[in-house]
């Protein structure tokens, strides 16, 4: 697998996932039916170093992106946010791409980083927890789920 800095000629490659995934309603915080041109701008904005991930067929199987969580005094405090192909999960895909941000972060100067809105249902929560970042706490109830009802929404940190 290769994972490598995005262009701007990825995006045709990673909505169709992003998309997917938004409007399953079981991971982000975003609205499901935000339009591709807003998704765009939420994966991709200013500030943003994203990532994607290759197969050996050259397939975009996931993304990835790291950014400031605060500013100010606290913009050495990352956050990421990742994403993949939901047809591509369990292959080492999601891990590849946190051991490559985690790097990234870090040899970008960032101190921590930060999820803000872990769904305590996610299957990510034990990749996280295993790479080394702790739930500070829960935000009971926070996340409508699509198939669980209200779940709560954890915040998690590790430092780097």
Known sequence: MLIREAAADDWPRIWPFWHRIVAARETYTWDPDTSEE????????????VYVAEDDT???????????????????????????????SGRGVGRALAEHILTAARADGYRGMVFNAVVETNPAVKLWSSL???IL???????????????????????L
């Not at 990835?64 to 969580?69: H, S």
């Not at 706490?137 to 430092?159: K, N």
């Open 38 to 49: 807003a998704a765009r701008a939420l994966w991709m904005g200013p500030g943003k170093q």
């Open 58 to 88: 050259g397939a975009v199987v996931g993304s990835a992106y790291v950014a400031p969580n605060y500013g100010g005094p606290a913009a050495r405090i990352a956050n990421a946010g990742f994403m993949v192909d939901p047809e591509r």
């Open 132 to 134: 080394g970042f702790t």
């Open 137 to 159: 706490g829960t935000v009971p109830d926070a996340y409508e789920h699509a198939r669980h009802g209200l779940v709560g929404l954890h915040i998690m940190y590790r430092a």
